[in-house]
């Protein structure tokens, strides 16, 4: 074989494997974002991730009890109808115009923040089945940076697949999270008086 023996060639190829395929271990962990996306047997998508955002915690909190402009937070197009806070409670009437159905969809919801600091929606009415949405946020990087855990449970109330569904909750948490971190940046260096 020349100047390569068999064991040196095959831990060659294990190191190029490794370099160009991306070791699952190194690439997730410099990931911002790790998403699953799934569809539940007793009916819904399931979608869970853990999000690292270069801000501190206090300015994701802010972005996701800013109610009046969550619309701003996806490509989705949306209106709130109807904001109402009251006793540590948010409850919005949320108008959904996607392009998976034709017309618009209510959806009723109350948000709360948890004793343990996060922050929880869950579904009162409206032409969902199921709604569940869950964020912790925890500092990480000395107070720096945001390590998030979100968690969605979602169940349409119209004729449709649950893995079509799927695909559309992850298309729209993808592009919802992106547009949180650049509006999250901008805040920062609002703040900051850049």
Known sequence: MGLYTCPMLWRAMIVMGCLLLGWSGWSRAAEPVVLEVRTEPTGGVRATATILFPVEPAIIQRILTDYAHWPDLFEVRMRMAEIREQDGKAFTDIRIDHALFSGER???????????????????????????????????????????????????????????????????????????????????QLQSGR
């Open 106 to 188: 209510r959806l009723l919801s109350e948000t709360r923040t948890l004793p343990t600091g996060g922050l929880l929606t869950e579904l009162k009415g409206g032409d969902f089945k199921q709604y569940r949405r869950f964020w912790k946020l925890s500092p990480v990087d000395g107070g720096a940076h945001t390590k998030a855990e979100f968690e969605l449970l979602v169940e349409v109330d119209w004729s449709m697949p649950d893995w079509m569904v799927a695909l559309a909750v992850r298309r729209d948490l993808e592009t919802h999270f992106r547009i949180m971190r650049e509006k999250a940046l901008a805040l920062a």
